[in-house]
């Protein structure tokens, strides 16, 4: 039953997504604003299905549910309720649900407050937000699936890595770095839109600015987390041990620190608008 219904939202919110899309993409083509408003309506409807899914998976991991192969993997009856719930996060499907939960949080949001700032820009970014959501749900369809079952059903599972049990920072320090780099799809969506419609002049800047800030915050705090719990797990200098994981949060967050202080200078002079668009792009891909 939980897997059936975690599967439903995320085929659900897959159908969304690529309704989304190609609504989205349609209205900006056509000019049709009845189309933008469809896909408006699916970037809402997407978020309760991803939440459907990711309390699914967080039901069948606090009720111990080893019918799920993430479970029997990832879980045991003796791991504590608190590192049991943030096991969610623990290997690589957990970890993209949370991705889709937070990218359909953001969706939603910019659903909820461009339309009107960026009347012209908001069709095209809605229609990459939705794409850059499609190939994330495919993921949880296919080679990363969260409710793939398996049989028979252990009795017990060997519960998370040990690394990822022994310091409540687990419970901060992933969610913090995928609010900061889902965050930055915003940006990149509407740095997009911009090259699309032509409008290169500041307007895409100003209404990703709450966004930008928001998602550059939450990524330089998960650092921070990633140091701390780094030396409390592995010792001094375990941060600094070019470890690709923490790499890969560092670099996106070196090209958004160039970015936030570049695009003051087009704001004020109109200058570096090339420079802004490659720095968000490269955010994005990093």
């Keep these: 039953m939980t897997a059936a219904m975690g599967q439903a939202g995320v085929f659900a919110g897959r159908a969304l997504a690529t309704f989304g899309a190609t609504a989205s993409a349609i209205g900006a083509l056509q000019r049709k604003p009845g189309a933008v408003r469809a896909g408006r309506i699916a970037a809402f409807a997407m978020l309760p299905a991803a939440a459907v899914a990711a309390g699914a998976l967080m039901t069948a991991l606090l009720r111990h549910d080893f019918s799920l192969a993430y479970v029997a993997e990832n879980g045991s009856r003796e791991t504590p309720s608190f590192y049991t719930a943030i096991s969610f996060w623990a290997a690589l499907e957990g970890s993209i649900l949370l991705w889709i939960l937070i990218l359909a949080g953001y969706t939603a949001a910019t659903a909820a407050f461009a339309p009107r700032r960026a ?133 996106p967050w070196l090209t958004a620190t160039a970015f936030i202080h570049s695009v003051m200078v087009q704001e004020k002079r109109g200058l570096l608008r090339l420079w802004n668009l490659t720095l968000v792009v490269a955010t994005f891909l990093l």
């Design 119 to 251: 009347p012209e820009l908001y069709p095209v970014a809605q229609a990459v937000l939705f794409l850059v959501a499609a190939f994330f749900f495919w993921l949880a369809v296919g080679p990363a699936d969260p409710f793939q079952t398996i049989s028979p059903v252990p009795a017990n599972g060997p519960g998370p890595n040990p690394l990822l049990q022994n310091h409540p920072l687990m419970a901060l320090h992933p969610p913090a770095l995928y609010l900061g780099l889902v965050g930055f799809s915003v940006p990149f969506a509407f740095a997009i839109a911009a090259l699309v419609t032509g409008k290169l002049d500041d307007r895409w800047i100003r209404v990703t600015r709450v966004a930008t800030l928001v998602a550059w915050s939450f990524l330089a705090l998960g650092i921070v987390l990633g140091a701390w719990w780094s030396y409390a797990v592995l010792g001094w200098g375990g941060y600094f041990a070019w470890d690709p994981v923490e790499n890969a949060s560092l670099l």
